[in-house]
C-alpha cells in the first residue's frame, strides 16, 4: 500500500484566498484524521471521521475551516478565507479502527504558508 | 485523556542504547500506552504501544513499571535515523479514539 497520500506537499496563498488540503487515506480504513502542527501549539487534532462522517469536530479552530469526507477514499480541509495565522503543517491520519491499541498512519503532510 | 510527562530533550551518542521516559501517574486501567515518533520533516509515525507487559518489537522495547504509573521507550542502538521527537500518549481502550499529542521528547544522536 502506499500509504496516506496528501496534495499538495506544499502550499503558499495569500491572506484571504481560498486553501483545499486533500487525503487519501489507506484503503480500507474506516477511520480518517485531520491535524495541524505549529510550533506554539504542537499537534492538535481537528476533526476526524468514521465511515466518512464527522464524528468529532470540537478542534476546528473557526468557521473558516471546514471538512469533509464524501467517500471511503479521499477526504478534504478547506480553509476559506485563509489567515497568516493557519500557516501550519497539516497532517492526514487513517486507522482500521480507533480506540484502544489500534494505529493511526500518518502522511507526510501539507506545508500550508499563508502570506 | 491522562496526562504524561516527558523530558523535553534527550542525548545519545550513535549504537548506545536510549532509555526514553514517561511519567503517566494518573493513567486508568483501561489506557493504553502508546509510543509515536516524528522523524524531521515528516508525519508521526508509530513506534509502539502496550497495556501492562513489557513489549518489543523490531525497533524498539517497552518497559512498563508494574504499577503502571510510568514507562519507558528503549531503542537498544540508537542510529542517526532515530534522532526525532519521541511521543508517550495514553489512549483509553474504550472511550477515546483520538490520539493526544503531548511536547514529546527530542533526541538528539551524534556519531
Known amino acids: 500500500d502506499a500509504g496516506v497520500i496528501q496534495s499538495p506537499r506544499h502550499e503558499v496563498t495569500e491572506m484571504g484566498q481560498e486553501v483545499t488540503l486533500r487525503c487519501k487515506p489507506i484503503s480500507g480504513h474506516d477511520y480518517l484524521f485531520w491535524y495541524r502542527q505549529t510550533m506554539m501549539r504542537g499537534l492538535e487534532l481537528l476533526i476526524y471521521f468514521n465511515n466518512n462522517v464527522p464524528i468529532d469536530d470540537s478542534g476546528m479552530p473557526e468557521d473558516r475551516f471546514s471538512a469533509k469526507m464524501p467517500n471511503a477514499s479521499f477526504s478534504t480541509l478547506k480553509i476559506q478565507p485563509s489567515e497568516p495565522r493557519d500557516s501550519a503543517v497539516y497532517f492526514c491520519a487513517s486507522s482500521l479502527f480507533a480506540g484502544g491499541p489500534e494505529t493511526q498512519y500518518f502522511g507526510p503532510g501539507t506545508r500550508l504558508l499563508v502570506l | 485523556d491522562a496526562k504524561t510527562t516527558q523530558p523535553n530533550s534527550m542525548e545519545s551518542n550513535e549504537e548506545e542504547p536510549v532509555h526514553l521516559p514517561c511519567n503517566h501517574s494518573t493513567i486508568s486501567g483501561t489506557d493504553y500506552i502508546h509510543w509515536y515518533r516524528q522523524l524531521p520533516s515528516q508525519g508521526p509515525e508509530y513506534v509502539i504501544h502496550?497495556?501492562?507487559s513489557n513489549v518489543n518489537n523490531r525497533m524498539a522495547s517497552l518497559a512498563i513499571a508494574e504499577d503502571r504509573k510510568s514507562s519507558t521507550l528503549i531503542l537498544h542502538r540508537a542510529t542517526l535515523r532515530d534522532a526525532a521527537v519521541y511521543y508517550c500518549i495514553l489512549r483509553d481502550v474504550i472511550n477515546t479514539d483520538k490520539l493526544i499529542f503531548g511536547t514529546g521528547t527530542r533526541l538528539q544522536v551524534f556519531p
Open positions: 502496550g497495556l501492562t
